[in-house]
């Protein structure tokens, strides 16, 4: 190893003994490691590495819950983001305390903290923790913080433990010196592992370094950065962690391109709802309703099919989809869960409840296209095998079709004959449910011809969205709208 490194090479050319090296012999770097769970597997290479007292303030495992307890208060659950934000806070404050007059000056203080569960001695328990820093950038600086949610995904406990030290020290190296290239630091949290070692379902920064940060924009290069599958974020834009929000929950979620969101996408949504309201176990006479998860679902594949001769994903087109959709209300996944039955099984990690998926004829006829299940050595019963297994319906909503004028549902649609005999029992037995309630006023809406209008300047678009869509569209000008005496714009091109 040698003597000395610039902590600001280019983080590609840096292993992890380097990254803890650097920081290690960078003067103005000093703070405290605080970790709960899985042993000091972060503070480890600092120490390994060597130079550890230029940089290490004090180290501590609080591992007794009732040791954790005494030092940073109570809490109903250990590994969570309430006591994580507990420790940074406890740990940070002391540290300004005791060391902000006499180096505070040329110091640079930082807290990393992490609260994790790695598997247990009879591996049956879920492998998942938070951690995140609480640094300043320059001495005396307010600091700013990263906060993520991980997920160990080795077979393991010791690899598990390995995977977790070098994704902490990823986290510090990448605060310290990446934090104005929030894309460089997102990605070198997995340098020296891979995707399939190790998750991240949520990072959330705050503090003056990132006041600019668009969180939506942050949760989507997740999933694209493929950090994780999945990734999901509020109707004001919070970042949220998955199966904290749909832990033990019905679930109801309405995949779709929503460029923009219409009347169709919002009645679909709330016709299902109502059945699966009804479902068994769901709405019970007298009892109070249930609190139903409902989900607006991006995936990968979709926000592709607009890219540009780059084959770059259309930031701008993005988050004009997520103002739209942050107007209905909804919470959003973005997902890179192409088949129905990869989203069934991610679903099913967090609740045993009952799950719903709502869609059109168009999704459901796709649904039954056997080269999507190719690469499954079961085929097509493979994967229904998987999608329908604990619980779970589709909810189907009709489709009017345009050239014959006649209405195709559930009940009416035919597929490749091979297959007919597999749809008629799936549809028969109630896995694949038509919504029968709906708006037949908006049957001929389909999001293309609005976004067509749209682009020509036809305002008669404005009465196949939510009103609240509506005026947000002409608000900000998305999707290409402009005012009826500006340029035209041509229509075939990206928005």
Avoid at 42 to 69: L, P
Avoid at 77 to 93: G, I
Wanted: aromatic share 10%.
């Amino acid at each position: 190893m040698e003597a000395s490194l610039d902590p600001k090479t280019d983080r590609k050319n840096l292993v992890t003994q380097q990254k803890a090296l650097a920081i290690n012999l960078d003067p103005r770097k000093y703070g405290t490691f605080a970790e709960i769970g899985a042993g000091q597997e972060v503070v480890r290479w600092f120490f390994q590495v060597g130079g550890a007292a230029g940089t290490i303030a004090k180290s501590i495992s609080a591992y007794d819950m009732t040791v954790s307890d005494a030092i940073y208060g109570p809490s109903p659950r250990y590994v969570s983001r309430d006591r994580l934000q507990t420790m940074l806070d406890y740990e940070y404050a002391l540290l300004q305390e005791r060391l902000q007059d006499k180096r505070g000056a040329d110091t640079d203080f930082f807290v990393f903290a992490d609260t994790v569960a790695a598997r247990n001695f009879q591996g049956t328990n879920e492998c998942h923790g938070w951690m995140g820093i609480k640094y300043q950038a320059t001495p005396g600086a307010e600091p700013s913080q990263i906060v993520a949610h991980v997920r160990m995904l080795d077979k393991d406990n010791v690899a598990q433990q390995q995977a977790l030290g070098i994704i902490g020290v990823n986290l510090i190296y990448g605060a310290l010196y990446h934090f104005a290239a929030s894309d460089d630091l997102m990605h070198s949290l997995i340098d020296d592992l891979t995707a399939e070692r190790i998750e991240v379902d949520m990072i959330k920064f705050s503090g003056p370094e990132f006041r600019g940060i668009d969180h939506r924009l942050m949760s989507l290069k997740l999933v694209q950065l493929e950090l994780s599958d999945a990734a999901m974020f509020s109707a004001t834009g919070e970042v949220l962690q998955p199966s904290e929000v749909l832990h033990k929950k019905p679930i109801l979620v309405e995949r779709g391109s929503f460029r923009p969101v219409t009347h169709v996408n919002m009645d679909m949504l709330y016709s299902a709802r109502q059945q699966f309201l009804n479902h068994v176990g769901l709405r019970q006479e007298g009892a109070a309703e249930p609190e139903i998860v409902t989900l607006m679902e991006l995936t990968m594949r979709n926000l592709r099919s607009t890219c540009g001769e780059n084959g770059e994903i259309d930031y701008d087109d993005f988050l004009a989809r997520a103002d739209v959709l942050a107007a209905t209300g909804a919470t959003v996944l973005i997902s890179d869960y192409f088949e129905y039955y990869r989203l069934a099984t991610y679903l099913r990690r967090c609740t045993k409840l009952p799950i719903g998926i709502t869609m059109g004829i168009p999704s459901l006829i796709d649904l039954f296209d056997e080269r999507y299940y190719e690469h499954l050595e079961g085929g097509i019963l493979e994967s229904f095998g998987r999608l329908f297994r604990n619980d779970l319906k589709l909810y189907v909503y009709p489709l009017l079709d345009g050239a014959t004028r006649h209405l195709v549902t559930v009940q009416k649609l035919k597929v490749s004959p091979s297959l007919q005999g597999l749809y008629d029992h799936l549809a028969e037995n109630g896995y694949i449910e038509s919504i029968d309630f709906y708006n037949r006023d908006y049957l001929g809406i389909f999001s293309r011809d609005v976004l067509t209008k749209i682009c020509n300047g036809d305002p008669s678009w404005e009465t196949m969205v939510p009103p609240t869509v509506a005026s947000l569209i002409k608000e900000r000008h998305l999707f290409g709208y402009r005012l009826l005496d500006a340029p035209p714009i041509d229509a075939n091109a990206a928005p």
